[in-house]
């Protein structure tokens, strides 16, 4: 144990586990890459006020979980709590929203922090796979992305995950809602910090978790009652879209979001094994975003997938993970064979074939336990009497043959055998 521990609300990836991350981000990017998504990285700090703005002041994530400081230069920063509004400015700020080439279709990868208070599945440092299609009213467009989360999900073996759907209403719309949310709120028996919600972003309290506001909450207008006939028809033709491509959803109209910048589609991707974390993803539209951050109407629409809580779901389905041993090949040199089994690990390697060695100078049986360890395929044992008559023992760790091969043809013979 060092002095020294890992801060509160993270928590380090270390093999064996660290390899299911990776195959979690691989497979929600998969889909993202076959569909027109080019990758794009952005720092993970930013000027603090992108995410004011952007995410929103009333908002927990930016009032309360922010990572928030100052540079030694005076400049006002933030750790990214989210990949939206980065993406978003720095494809602004690459002029990649010129006219005749929209949408501009971008996915991402990344750690993410919050200063919540942590829990299982909620930490302060976090991992998501994101994907936004910036610059298009398109409902195809929101229907692709909910269907490529849909095709990620599946391809890892996750099941029991559902789909929440909704409509926030558009800047026509949602403010008639909100005036009348906002009278039915005022009559309710809520506290003091409620009300303050209330008054800054009353539809956040729908979302509240608590049995007694809930309970106030039956018989408040709903959103679905409002909603122009522009959003109707917009949400309609999602719905269709995803429903033609077979991807079961509920409609659920109390779905709000954490975040500010969200207009008509919203949605959220639940898994019932996780507990009260129970969101694996979430995204929607953000028509306005643009906008509020000093850019042009740029109408787009996006997601983020949790990838920690993603690996979560599977443990709590049961899936094994397809994912093939890191090593086929383990060299195990004895007395003075280690310069010649290092240079066929090189030329190995060099051939594509994930090799690796005993290091450290072990005995027989210490070296092969760490081939066998290792998860490879077939090892190759070589001493000073084997190297005398020019041959090592390729052995086979699945079947336990054991076979002589020349030097100078085990590269052909594994590459072969491993094809
Ligand atoms: P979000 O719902 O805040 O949306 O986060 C997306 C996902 O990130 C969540 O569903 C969850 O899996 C994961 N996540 C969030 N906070 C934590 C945490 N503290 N610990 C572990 N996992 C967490 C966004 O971030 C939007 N930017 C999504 C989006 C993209 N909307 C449009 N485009």
Same mark, same amino acid.
């Given at each position: 144990m060092s002095t020294f521990k890992a801060p509160k609300g993270t928590y380090d990836l270390i093999p064996p586990v660290s390899v299911k991350f990776l195959a979690v981000r691989e497979a929600i990017a998969a889909p993202l890459r076959n569909s +027109? &998504? =080019? &990758? @794009?990285?952005?720092?993970? $700090?930013?000027?603090? +006020?992108?995410?004011?703005?952007?995410?929103?002041? *009333?908002?927990d994530i930016v009032s309360k979980e922010m990572y928030a400081f100052e540079t030694k230069g005076g400049d006002q920063l933030a750790l990214r709590p989210e990949g939206t509004a980065s993406v978003l400015r720095a494809a602004l700020e690459a002029s990649l929203h010129k006219k005749g080439n929209l949408p501009v279709k971008l996915w991402y990868s990344g750690s993410y922090y919050r200063y919540e208070r942590p829990q /299982?599945?909620? &930490?302060?440092? $976090? *991992?998501?796979?994101?994907a936004e299609a910036i610059g298009a009213e398109d409902p195809a467009l929101d229907a692709e992305l909910i269907i490529l989360a849909d095709q990620a999900y599946r391809s890892l073996g996750l099941r029991n995950f559902r789909i929440l759907l909704n409509s926030l209403g558009d800047k026509e719309c949602r403010p008639v809602y909100r005036e009348a949310l906002q009278s039915f709120l005022s009559g309710l028996d809520l506290d003091a910090e409620t009300v303050r919600r209330a008054e800054i972003n009353p539809l956040r309290v729908l979302d509240d978790k608590r049995a007694d506001v809930q309970k106030q909450l039956v018989g408040a207008p709903v959103l679905r009652d409002y909603l122009c006939d522009a959003c109707k028809q917009y949400h309609e033709e999602v719905r269709a879209l995803i429903t033609a491509a077979g991807v079961a959803f509920e409609d659920d109209e109390k779905l709000v979001r954490g975040l500010d910048y969200y207009?008509?589609?919203t949605f959220e991707f639940v898994h019932d094994g996780l507990g009260s974390q129970s969101a694996v993803g979430g995204g929607g539209r953000y028509d306005g975003l643009s906008e509020m951050i000093g850019g042009p109407a740029l109408p787009s629409v996006g997601w983020a997938l949790g990838v920690d809580r993603t690996v979560l779901a599977l443990e709590a389905?049961?899936?094994?993970?397809? @994912? %093939? /041993?890191a090593t086929s090949v $383990?060299?195990?040199?004895? =007395?003075? /064979?280690? %310069?010649?089994?290092? +240079?066929?690990?090189?030329?190995?390697?060099?051939?594509?074939?994930?090799?690796? @060695? *005993? &290091? +450290?100078g072990k005995g027989l049986k210490g070296a092969m336990k760490d081939a066998n360890r290792s998860g490879a395929r077939f090892a190759i044992v070589a001493g000073d009497r084997d190297l005398a008559e020019g041959v090592v023992q390729l052995k086979d760790l699945e079947s336990g043959e054991q076979n002589p091969v020349a030097v100078t043809e085990v590269v052909e013979v594994l590459r072969a055998q491993l094809a």
């Amino acid at each position: 144990m060092s002095t020294f521990k890992a801060p509160k609300g993270t928590y380090d990836l270390i093999p064996p586990v660290s390899v299911k991350f990776l195959a979690v981000r691989e497979a929600i990017a998969a889909p993202l890459r076959n569909s +027109g &998504y =080019g &990758y @794009i990285e952005t720092p993970g $700090f930013e000027d603090v +006020g992108l995410f004011a703005r952007g995410v929103g002041e *009333s908002t927990d994530i930016v009032s309360k979980e922010m990572y928030a400081f100052e540079t030694k230069g005076g400049d006002q920063l933030a750790l990214r709590p989210e990949g939206t509004a980065s993406v978003l400015r720095a494809a602004l700020e690459a002029s990649l929203h010129k006219k005749g080439n929209l949408p501009v279709k971008l996915w991402y990868s990344g750690s993410y922090y919050r200063y919540e208070r942590p829990q /299982a599945g909620r &930490y302060r440092h $976090f *991992s998501q796979v994101g994907a936004e299609a910036i610059g298009a009213e398109d409902p195809a467009l929101d229907a692709e992305l909910i269907i490529l989360a849909d095709q990620a999900y599946r391809s890892l073996g996750l099941r029991n995950f559902r789909i929440l759907l909704n409509s926030l209403g558009d800047k026509e719309c949602r403010p008639v809602y909100r005036e009348a949310l906002q009278s039915f709120l005022s009559g309710l028996d809520l506290d003091a910090e409620t009300v303050r919600r209330a008054e800054i972003n009353p539809l956040r309290v729908l979302d509240d978790k608590r049995a007694d506001v809930q309970k106030q909450l039956v018989g408040a207008p709903v959103l679905r009652d409002y909603l122009c006939d522009a959003c109707k028809q917009y949400h309609e033709e999602v719905r269709a879209l995803i429903t033609a491509a077979g991807v079961a959803f509920e409609d659920d109209e109390k779905l709000v979001r954490g975040l500010d910048y969200y207009t008509r589609t919203t949605f959220e991707f639940v898994h019932d094994g996780l507990g009260s974390q129970s969101a694996v993803g979430g995204g929607g539209r953000y028509d306005g975003l643009s906008e509020m951050i000093g850019g042009p109407a740029l109408p787009s629409v996006g997601w983020a997938l949790g990838v920690d809580r993603t690996v979560l779901a599977l443990e709590a389905e049961g899936v094994e993970l397809d @994912i %093939p /041993a890191a090593t086929s090949v $383990f060299a195990v040199a004895l =007395g003075e /064979a280690k %310069p010649v089994l290092f +240079g066929l690990v090189t030329e190995l390697r060099r051939a594509g074939v994930a090799a690796d @060695i *005993s &290091y +450290g100078g072990k005995g027989l049986k210490g070296a092969m336990k760490d081939a066998n360890r290792s998860g490879a395929r077939f090892a190759i044992v070589a001493g000073d009497r084997d190297l005398a008559e020019g041959v090592v023992q390729l052995k086979d760790l699945e079947s336990g043959e054991q076979n002589p091969v020349a030097v100078t043809e085990v590269v052909e013979v594994l590459r072969a055998q491993l094809a």
